[in-house]
Nanobody, 125 residues
Framework: QVQLVESGGGLVQPGGSLRLSCAAS????????MGWYRQAPGNQREMVAT???????EYADSVKSRFTLSRDNSKDTVYLYMDSLRPEDTAVYYC???????????????????WGQGTQVTVSS
């Protein structure tokens, strides 16, 4: 079983900062891309930022220069640093990872996309 566990959400004032973390655990052989998506009430889920295993990042235009995504491959963890937060950043943030899981010591499952349970970020005064 593979799990993504998120942490770090909460309530912050406009202009403030938060750091989200997402740790993958379980029978993991290799983690490929990781990233964060968000969904605000009444909206579709949208990509916030993604990072390849080699560290190449991609950001949504709305968060460029304010958010920074990084990962620690030794800890199977991805971090989203969010600065200069705005009320429109309010959403449930979901961690996402493309993972090849280990079925047995010598057998591997096909790559699959896993999601975390989501963490609420609220930007309000």
């Amino acid at each position: 079983q593979v799990q993504l566990v998120e942490s770090g959400g909460g309530l912050v004032q406009p202009g403030g900062s938060l750091r989200l973390s997402c740790a993958a655990s379980g029978s993991i052989f290799l983690i490929y891309d990781m990233g964060w998506y968000r969904q605000a009430p009444g909206n579709q889920r949208e990509m916030v930022a993604t990072i390849t295993r080699g560290g190449i990042t991609e950001y949504a235009d709305s968060v460029k220069s304010r958010f920074t995504l990084s990962r620690d491959n030794s800890k199977d963890t991805v971090y989203l640093y969010m600065d200069s937060l705005r009320p429109e950043d309010t959403a449930v943030y979901y961690c996402n990872a493309d993972i090849r899981a280990r079925n047995t010591p010598t057998e591997y499952n096909p790559r699959a996309v896993y999601w975390g349970q989501g963490t609420q970020v609220t930007v309000s005064s």
